[in-house]
């Protein structure tokens, strides 16, 4: 696809379970973010990769949230335990990277609306 | 945290009117970018200032960097009615790759 894909679109879960977050990155693009935006706030800063690697993971609230991209595109956000503070709008996004490191546009994809009852 | 403070948080205009945002940050930064946002989903990328920069436009966008009073403002120009959205500033500091938002700016360009 042309842009950032995020699914699913929209989820809910029950406190306590486990959720999967997925973003496919525009194709090409090395370097990978992950924010989440509650209601009536800016987005913020979760983890940042640069191809497989987390380059900054500092954004990440607690350990029950966490992130994989094995093979440099597609990535993974993983929240166990979910908590009804966790209900948030998660946006993915991705850049060029490389040389550029984060100095570059990010593109955001449409983001996942988590709803934890 | 919040990194970026917008002023106002929201604006009302009448369509043809020129509309006004201001951005203000703490940190040294690289650079400063802008996006709009719908509905709260998909945040489209406007604009991108470096910190060497100190205006640059797009289109019906100008964008103004202040370095040393770390500010910055978007100006929309003749504004349409499909402008209406909410408008975030984002600074990536000089070291680091994220971006840290601002609460962002509600504008509503009545017809």
């Known amino acids: 696809g042309a842009g950032v894909s995020q699914t699913p679109s929209n989820k809910v879960t029950e406190k306590g379970k486990y959720v999967e977050l997925r973003c496919d990155p525009i194709?090409?693009?090395?370097?990978l973010y992950w924010y989440r935006q509650s209601l009536g706030q800016g987005p913020e800063f979760l983890i940042y990769?640069?191809?497989?690697?987390?380059?900054?993971d500092s954004g990440l609230p607690n350990d029950r949230f966490f992130a994989v991209r094995p093979e440099g595109s597609v990535s993974t956000l993983k929240i166990q335990r979910t908590e009804r503070g966790d209900s948030a709008v998660y946006l993915c996004?991705?850049?060029?990277?490389?040389?550029?490191?984060?100095?570059?546009?990010?593109?955001f994809g449409p983001g996942t609306r988590l709803t934890v009852l | 945290s919040q990194q970026g403070e917008e002023d106002p948080q929201a604006l009302s205009i009448q369509e043809g009117e020129n509309a006004t945002m201001n951005c203000s940050y703490k940190?040294?930064?690289?650079?400063l970018q802008w996006y709009r946002q719908n509905s709260g989903r998909g945040l489209v990328h406007l604009i991108l200032?470096?910190?060497?920069?100190r205006e640059k436009h797009s289109g019906r966008l100008r964008v103004t960097l202040d370095t040393s009073k770390k500010s910055s403002s978007l100006l929309i120009t003749a504004s349409r009615a499909a402008d209406t959205a909410s408008y975030f500033c984002?600074?990536?500091?000089?070291?680091?790759?994220?971006?840290?938002f601002g609460e962002g700016t509600q504008l509503t360009v009545n017809p």
């Open positions: 996004a991705s850049s060029l990277g490389g040389l550029a490191g984060g100095q570059d546009e990010q593109f």
């Open positions: 194709s090409g693009h090395t370097a």
């Open positions: 990769f640069q191809g497989t690697g987390a380059a900054d």
């Open positions: 940190t040294s930064i690289n650079n």
């Open positions: 200032i470096r910190s060497n920069e």
């Open positions: 984002a600074t990536r500091e000089t070291s680091g790759s994220r971006l840290t």
